[in-house]
Protein backbone atom coordinates (compact mmCIF):
# COMPACT_ATOMS: atom_id res chain seq x y z
CA UNK A 1 0.00 0.00 0.00
CA UNK A 2 2.88 2.06 0.71
CA UNK A 3 4.47 1.59 -2.54
CA UNK A 4 1.04 2.13 -4.38
CA UNK A 5 0.94 6.05 -2.39
CA UNK A 6 4.41 6.64 -3.24
CA UNK A 7 3.66 5.69 -7.44
CA UNK A 8 0.32 7.88 -7.33
CA UNK A 9 2.47 11.15 -5.30
CA UNK A 10 1.91 14.03 -7.67
CA UNK A 11 5.14 16.70 -7.68
CA UNK A 12 5.12 20.22 -8.86
CA UNK A 13 5.53 21.07 -12.48
CA UNK A 14 8.64 21.65 -13.37
CA UNK A 15 9.48 25.48 -14.04
CA UNK A 16 10.15 26.30 -17.53
CA UNK A 17 12.83 27.16 -19.45
CA UNK A 18 14.03 30.84 -19.47
CA UNK A 19 13.74 30.72 -23.78
CA UNK A 20 10.27 29.45 -23.26
CA UNK A 21 9.00 31.61 -20.61
CA UNK A 22 9.65 34.20 -22.79
CA UNK A 23 8.57 32.73 -26.45
CA UNK A 24 5.37 32.50 -24.01
CA UNK A 25 4.92 35.69 -23.38
CA UNK A 26 5.30 37.34 -26.53
CA UNK A 27 2.69 34.86 -27.65
CA UNK A 28 0.12 35.89 -24.81
CA UNK A 29 1.11 39.33 -25.87
CA UNK A 30 -2.15 40.94 -27.16
CA UNK A 31 -2.90 42.65 -30.63
CA UNK A 32 -3.09 46.45 -31.11
CA UNK A 33 -5.57 45.76 -33.79
CA UNK A 34 -7.57 42.76 -32.10
CA UNK A 35 -10.57 45.29 -31.32
CA UNK A 36 -10.86 46.27 -35.18
CA UNK A 37 -13.21 43.76 -37.09
CA UNK A 38 -11.21 41.98 -39.83
CA UNK A 39 -12.51 42.27 -43.53
CA UNK A 40 -14.13 39.18 -44.80
CA UNK A 41 -11.42 37.91 -47.68
CA UNK A 42 -14.27 36.98 -50.08
CA UNK A 43 -15.35 41.05 -50.45
CA UNK A 44 -11.60 41.47 -50.89
CA UNK A 45 -11.00 38.87 -53.85
CA UNK A 46 -14.08 40.17 -55.04
CA UNK A 47 -13.16 44.27 -55.15
CA UNK A 48 -9.99 43.41 -56.52
CA UNK A 49 -11.82 41.67 -59.92
CA UNK A 50 -14.30 44.54 -60.23
CA UNK A 51 -12.91 45.73 -63.47
CA UNK A 52 -11.74 42.22 -64.84
CA UNK A 53 -13.80 41.73 -68.41
CA UNK A 54 -16.38 38.13 -67.87
CA UNK A 55 -15.01 35.32 -70.23
CA UNK A 56 -16.16 35.50 -73.57
CA UNK A 57 -18.96 33.15 -74.90
CA UNK A 58 -18.27 33.40 -77.91
CA UNK A 59 -16.93 35.89 -80.86
CA UNK A 60 -18.32 37.93 -83.35
CA UNK A 61 -16.11 38.53 -86.61
CA UNK A 62 -16.46 41.03 -89.49
CA UNK A 63 -14.58 41.59 -92.99
CA UNK A 64 -14.80 45.26 -93.84
CA UNK A 65 -13.58 46.75 -97.25
CA UNK A 66 -11.78 44.81 -99.74
CA UNK A 67 -7.62 44.89 -100.85
CA UNK A 68 -5.33 47.47 -102.04
CA UNK A 69 -5.71 46.91 -105.35
CA UNK A 70 -9.46 46.10 -105.76
CA UNK A 71 -8.65 42.60 -106.44
CA UNK A 72 -11.20 40.37 -104.71
CA UNK A 73 -10.51 37.07 -106.47
CA UNK A 74 -10.09 34.00 -104.26
CA UNK A 75 -6.48 33.85 -105.11
CA UNK A 76 -5.91 37.51 -104.42
CA UNK A 77 -7.68 36.98 -100.92
CA UNK A 78 -5.32 33.64 -100.45
CA UNK A 79 -2.11 35.62 -100.75
CA UNK A 80 -3.55 38.44 -98.72
CA UNK A 81 -3.62 36.40 -95.87
CA UNK A 82 -0.38 34.23 -96.52
CA UNK A 83 1.39 37.78 -95.98
CA UNK A 84 -0.46 38.52 -93.07
CA UNK A 85 0.59 35.13 -91.61
CA UNK A 86 3.55 35.62 -92.09
CA UNK A 87 3.89 39.00 -91.08
CA UNK A 88 2.69 37.69 -87.75
CA UNK A 89 5.71 35.41 -87.48
CA UNK A 90 8.35 36.73 -88.67
CA UNK A 91 7.76 40.35 -87.65
CA UNK A 92 9.76 43.63 -89.09
CA UNK A 93 10.50 46.27 -87.09
CA UNK A 94 10.21 49.68 -89.41
CA UNK A 95 12.77 52.13 -88.73
CA UNK A 96 12.90 55.65 -88.97
CA UNK A 97 9.35 56.60 -87.48
CA UNK A 98 9.26 58.69 -84.63
CA UNK A 99 7.56 58.65 -81.54
CA UNK A 100 4.13 60.25 -81.83
CA UNK A 101 2.81 61.57 -78.54
CA UNK A 102 -0.30 63.87 -77.24
CA UNK A 103 0.00 66.16 -74.59
CA UNK A 104 -3.02 68.02 -72.56
CA UNK A 105 -1.89 71.63 -74.66
CA UNK A 106 -3.01 70.38 -77.61
CA UNK A 107 -6.47 70.20 -76.25
CA UNK A 108 -6.29 73.52 -75.18
CA UNK A 109 -8.49 75.16 -77.35
CA UNK A 110 -10.82 72.99 -77.13
CA UNK A 111 -14.02 72.69 -75.26
CA UNK A 112 -14.36 69.43 -73.19
CA UNK A 113 -16.20 67.04 -73.36
CA UNK A 114 -16.99 67.18 -77.12
CA UNK A 115 -18.33 64.78 -79.74
CA UNK A 116 -16.47 66.89 -82.63
CA UNK A 117 -15.22 64.67 -85.78
CA UNK A 118 -11.76 65.26 -86.70
CA UNK A 119 -13.17 67.13 -90.53
CA UNK A 120 -10.00 69.53 -91.72
CA UNK A 121 -9.35 71.41 -94.55
CA UNK A 122 -6.65 70.07 -97.43
CA UNK A 123 -4.97 71.16 -100.30
CA UNK A 124 -6.06 69.02 -103.09
CA UNK A 125 -4.02 69.91 -106.44
CA UNK A 126 -3.81 73.38 -106.86
CA UNK A 127 -7.10 73.80 -104.87
CA UNK A 128 -8.51 74.11 -100.68
CA UNK A 129 -11.14 71.76 -100.21
CA UNK A 130 -12.83 72.26 -96.60
CA UNK A 131 -15.04 69.83 -94.72
CA UNK A 132 -12.82 66.57 -95.32
CA UNK A 133 -13.57 64.04 -92.39
CA UNK A 134 -10.26 61.94 -91.45
CA UNK A 135 -12.22 58.60 -91.20
CA UNK A 136 -10.24 55.98 -89.24
CA UNK A 137 -12.75 53.20 -89.86
CA UNK A 138 -12.98 53.76 -93.76
CA UNK A 139 -10.52 51.32 -95.41
CA UNK A 140 -10.75 53.77 -98.80
CA UNK A 141 -10.34 57.29 -99.88
CA UNK A 142 -13.75 58.91 -100.99
CA UNK A 143 -14.17 61.98 -102.72
CA UNK A 144 -17.61 63.20 -104.81
CA UNK A 145 -18.42 63.56 -107.91
CA UNK A 146 -19.86 66.92 -106.95
CA UNK A 147 -16.64 68.19 -105.39
CA UNK A 148 -14.44 67.20 -108.55
CA UNK A 149 -17.11 69.59 -111.11
CA UNK A 150 -16.65 72.46 -108.59
CA UNK A 151 -12.82 71.87 -108.59
CA UNK A 152 -12.84 72.43 -112.35
CA UNK A 153 -11.91 68.13 -112.47
CA UNK A 154 -12.39 66.99 -116.44
CA UNK A 155 -14.42 63.51 -116.40
CA UNK A 156 -11.74 62.38 -118.85
CA UNK A 157 -9.84 62.17 -115.78
CA UNK A 158 -12.35 59.51 -114.19
CA UNK A 159 -11.53 56.50 -114.66
CA UNK A 160 -14.73 55.00 -115.06
CA UNK A 161 -15.38 51.92 -112.52
CA UNK A 162 -18.18 50.18 -110.64
CA UNK A 163 -17.13 48.87 -107.28
CA UNK A 164 -19.33 48.23 -103.64
CA UNK A 165 -18.11 49.57 -101.12
CA UNK A 166 -20.26 48.23 -97.55
CA UNK A 167 -21.52 50.16 -94.52
CA UNK A 168 -21.61 49.50 -90.93
CA UNK A 169 -25.77 48.65 -92.07
CA UNK A 170 -24.44 46.04 -94.62
CA UNK A 171 -25.75 48.43 -97.24
CA UNK A 172 -24.24 48.29 -101.14
CA UNK A 173 -23.43 51.54 -102.89
CA UNK A 174 -22.01 51.57 -106.23
CA UNK A 175 -18.61 53.92 -106.97
CA UNK A 176 -19.00 55.77 -110.71
CA UNK A 177 -14.71 55.91 -110.84
CA UNK A 178 -11.88 56.76 -109.48
CA UNK A 179 -9.28 59.24 -109.69
CA UNK A 180 -5.38 60.11 -108.95
CA UNK A 181 -5.00 63.84 -107.34
CA UNK A 182 -1.81 65.37 -105.19
CA UNK A 183 -2.71 65.97 -101.55
CA UNK A 184 -0.30 68.29 -99.78
CA UNK A 185 -0.27 67.91 -95.85
CA UNK A 186 2.01 68.92 -93.59
CA UNK A 187 4.97 69.87 -96.42
CA UNK A 188 4.19 66.34 -97.98
CA UNK A 189 2.87 65.61 -101.17
CA UNK A 190 0.98 62.31 -102.08
CA UNK A 191 -0.65 60.82 -105.14
CA UNK A 192 -3.92 59.57 -103.82
CA UNK A 193 -6.69 57.26 -105.11
CA UNK A 194 -9.85 58.43 -104.67
CA UNK A 195 -12.83 56.52 -104.87
CA UNK A 196 -15.42 58.83 -106.80
CA UNK A 197 -19.13 58.76 -105.61
CA UNK A 198 -22.32 60.28 -107.25
CA UNK A 199 -24.07 61.06 -103.61
CA UNK A 200 -25.13 63.74 -102.28
CA UNK A 201 -22.56 64.01 -98.96
CA UNK A 202 -22.17 66.49 -95.90
CA UNK A 203 -18.43 66.33 -96.56
CA UNK A 204 -16.31 67.12 -99.37
CA UNK A 205 -14.34 64.33 -99.26
CA UNK A 206 -13.10 61.29 -96.81
CA UNK A 207 -9.74 60.37 -96.13
CA UNK A 208 -9.48 57.00 -94.69
CA UNK A 209 -6.40 54.26 -93.74
CA UNK A 210 -4.90 54.03 -97.07
CA UNK A 211 -3.93 57.70 -96.98
CA UNK A 212 -3.22 57.31 -92.87
CA UNK A 213 -0.79 54.94 -93.28
CA UNK A 214 0.56 55.98 -96.40
CA UNK A 215 1.32 59.65 -93.89
CA UNK A 216 2.14 56.68 -91.11
CA UNK A 217 -0.23 59.17 -88.99
CA UNK A 218 -1.75 59.06 -86.11
CA UNK A 219 -5.05 60.74 -85.18
CA UNK A 220 -6.79 61.71 -82.12
CA UNK A 221 -10.10 62.74 -82.39
CA UNK A 222 -10.11 64.02 -79.03
CA UNK A 223 -7.15 66.29 -79.15
Not at 123 to 138: C, E, F, N, R
Not at 151 to 178: D, M, N, W
Not at 212 to 217: D, F, G, R, V
Request: aromatic residues 6%; charged residues 25%; proline residues 9%.
Amino acid sequence: MDGDRSQGKSFPPRPPKPGQQEKRGRQSRPRKDAGKPEAPSEKRNRDDHDDLPPPPKRQVSMIMGGLMDNDDSISAIKEYERKAVTAQHYPYIHKGIPTISFMDKNASELDIPHLDPLVVTLQVHDYDIAKVLIDTGSTVNLIFLETLDRKGVEQGSIKPTSRPLTGFTAEHVYSCGTVRLPVYVGGILKLLKFIVMDKPAIYNAILGTPWLHEMKAVVSTFH
